[in-house]
């Protein structure tokens, strides 16, 4: 079983739209949580941390649920700039992250 | 301000040949890492460093070593180049405290071949 697993997706939407992806961990120590964005061939960049309480920033929404080990992110009012792969990372401790395969997004006008 | 920095961005390379891969960052970061990124596998962590002068193994180190050249560089050698390393590879660079560990900042990537 992988340490972190995402929807690989696609998920196709339209502009407007509201979606959300889903991801799980395996190591129940982890302590920090992110998504992370992926542009085609690019690098990834960090899109925000996910905080116990939950977390907004703008659009973007991150919820962490400690007790089922999952973490989800809510994009509302799709973008067509939104299109990317979304990863999800997992920090079992200070020097080591784990990152999901991704989930790929394409919002369409 | 560059940010994170590596070279080349481009290789092909022969089974059996070796090459470096060049990192360099400029925001006075205390740790260094390098992934790889094959399809479906998600990024994995093959080495890292939390200082200058220290280097730790990662999830798949094997057939890799690093050197820690000084605080801005980080090089990642291949001595003896097999196909299954063909991948894309990121370094990464973070302030890596408590809380701001997931902060890491990606250089363009390199992408290598091994035929």
């Known amino acids: 079983r992988k340490e972190v697993e995402q929807d690989p997706g696609p998920f196709n939407v339209p502009e407007g739209a509201t979606v959300a992806f889903n991801c799980t961990y395996s190591?129940?120590?982890?302590?920090?949580f992110f998504w992370y964005r992926q542009d085609c061939r690019k690098e990834p960049k960090l899109l925000m941390s996910?905080?116990?309480s939950g977390n907004e920033d703008g659009r973007f929404t991150a919820q962490l649920n400690r007790a089922s080990q999952y973490i989800s992110l809510l994009i509302r009012d799709s973008k067509l700039s939104d299109s990317a792969t979304y990863l999800c990372?997992?920090?079992?401790?200070?020097?080591?992250?784990?990152f999901g395969a991704g989930t790929r997004l394409t919002v369409k006008p | 301000n560059a940010g994170v920095t590596q070279t080349p961005k481009f290789q092909v390379l022969k089974t059996g040949q070796s090459m470096t891969l060049q990192c360099a960052q400029d925001?006075?970061?205390?740790?260094m890492y390098w992934y790889r990124q094959d399809p479906g596998m998600g990024l994995r962590l093959i080495y890292y460093?939390?200082?200058?002068?220290?280097?730790d193994k990662g999830e798949v180190p094997n057939g890799y070593n690093v050197s820690r050249l000084n605080k801005r560089e980080f090089s990642l050698r291949l001595e003896s180049a097999a196909p299954s390393q063909t991948s894309v590879y990121f370094c990464?660079?973070?302030?890596?405290?408590?809380?701001?560990?997931?902060?890491?900042?990606f250089g363009p990537g390199t992408r290598l071949l091994v035929l």
């Open positions: 990372v997992v920090n079992p401790n200070n020097n080591d992250m784990r």
């Open positions: 190591n129940s120590a982890s302590q920090s």
């Open positions: 460093s939390a200082s200058e002068g220290t280097t």
């Open positions: 925001m006075n970061h205390n740790s």
């Open positions: 990464a660079s973070s302030e890596a405290t408590p809380g701001l560990a997931g902060t890491q900042y």
């Open positions: 996910v905080y116990s």
